[in-house]
Nanobody
Framework: QLQASGGGLVQAGGSLRLSCAAS????????RGWYRQAPGKQRELVAR???????IYTDSVKGRFTIFRDSARNTVDLQMNSLKPEDTAVYYC?????????WGQGTLVTVSS
């Protein structure tokens, strides 16, 4: 039910914007977020935004990434600036509800040095 888009290949220092759209209605959402999984590593939280608008970021992306809701497009977006090779990963969007988690299919971000 979640569709992620916006990944691609970018040079270090560049920017990408990821978007996550939900098809259909998802109720009792408590927060929305972006995770990533690099090759050989565990999936990790990148950023999360609650329904109240509070945000959290993993330390490595603070000051470079911004998560926000685009109400007009009904998406949760991740603006990624000053990208580094270590940001290379498959990025997954996530909706956390009272009862379960929904995951997008993942979008690959590759940052070349």
């Amino acid at each position: 039910q979640l569709q992620a888009s916006g990944g691609g290949l970018v040079q270090a220092g560049g920017s990408l914007r990821l978007s996550c759209a939900a098809s259909g209605s998802i109720s009792t959402i408590t927060s929305r977020g972006w995770y990533r999984q690099a090759p050989g590593k565990q999936r990790e939280l990148v950023a999360r935004i609650t329904i109240g608008g509070n945000t959290i970021y993993t330390d490595s992306v603070k000051g470079r990434f911004t998560i926000f809701r685009d109400s007009a497009r009904n998406t949760v977006d991740l603006q990624m600036n000053s990208l580094k090779p270590e940001d290379t990963a498959v990025y997954y969007c996530n909706y956390h509800t009272v009862n379960t988690n929904y995951w997008g299919q993942g979008t690959l971000v590759t940052v070349s040095s």
